[in-house]
């Protein structure tokens, strides 16, 4: 019973590419959320997806970052025109219902953008 | 806005010592607090929680009581293991919503 998954692990972009994380939420999960932590900072939520809709992108920044979590196949947090700024861990979270306390974590991706 | 301030790490203690991570928060209203570990290659997994003062989170050996007063939510441990090795992060949230605040983690390590 696989748990949350995230791919990849790292991911090196160079400053003006678009870097594309994904993730694939535990079996019969239908939310999603995504987290950031900078350096020496705590993570921070960024947005809340359920199938097809975007429940809550409060967190996301107003440019170059997006989210879907389609129909079919994993979510995917897309960052446009990376800079160095948006280095940083990013955390993937599903749960069945909307009960924060049963949030299950994936491993993260670490994004470094030279 | 709410905010959690965790103890700066890395904490590193020998097996079988007490374990004290401390936790505070800033809030308003009333909110449920939480406390998850991150062991090496994997997700955070929830630990404990307590959702109203006074109330005490416990899982594992480990034990959280949350005080309203002094609004603090501090990790603790009677004797730890070298398996106990982690990041450990506080969390709130307010509300009853899905926005978790996160400290920014302690790191421990436990050696034999």
């Known amino acids: 019973n696989a748990g949350v998954m995230q791919n990849p692990r790292h991911l090196v972009r160079r400053r003006g590419q678009e870097a594309r994380l994904r993730c694939s939420p535990m079996k019969g999960h239908s939310h999603v959320y995504w987290y950031r932590q900078l350096p020496e900072e705590g993570l921070k939520f960024m947005v809340y997806?359920?199938?097809?809709?975007?429940?809550?992108e409060s967190g996301m920044p107003k440019e170059r970052f997006s989210a879907e979590f389609p129909k079919e196949g994993p979510s995917i947090l897309r960052i446009q025109q990376v800079v160095r700024g948006d280095s940083a861990a990013y955390f993937c979270?599903?749960?069945?219902?909307?009960?924060?306390?049963?949030?299950?974590f994936g491993s993260g991706t670490q994004l470094s953008v030279l | 806005g709410d905010s959690v301030t965790q103890m700066e790490g890395p904490v590193t203690l020998s097996e079988e010592a007490f374990l004290t991570i401390n936790c505070t928060y800033t809030a308003t209203g009333y909110p449920s607090l939480f406390w998850y570990v991150q062991y090496p290659g994997e997700g955070l997994q929830l630990l404990l929680k307590a959702t109203k003062a006074d109330d005490k989170g416990s899982n594992k050996g480990f034990e959280a009581t949350y005080r309203k007063e002094t609004t603090s939510f501090h990790l603790e441990k009677g004797s730890v293991q070298v398996s106990d090795s982690a990041v450990y992060f506080c969390?709130?949230?307010?509300?009853?919503?899905?926005?978790?605040?996160f400290g920014t983690g302690t790191r421990l390590t436990i050696i034999p």
């Open positions: 979270a599903s749960s069945p219902e909307q009960v924060n306390e049963k949030l299950f």
């Open positions: 969390a709130l949230s307010n509300f009853g919503n899905e926005k978790l605040t």
């Open positions: 997806l359920q199938k097809e809709n975007i429940i809550d």
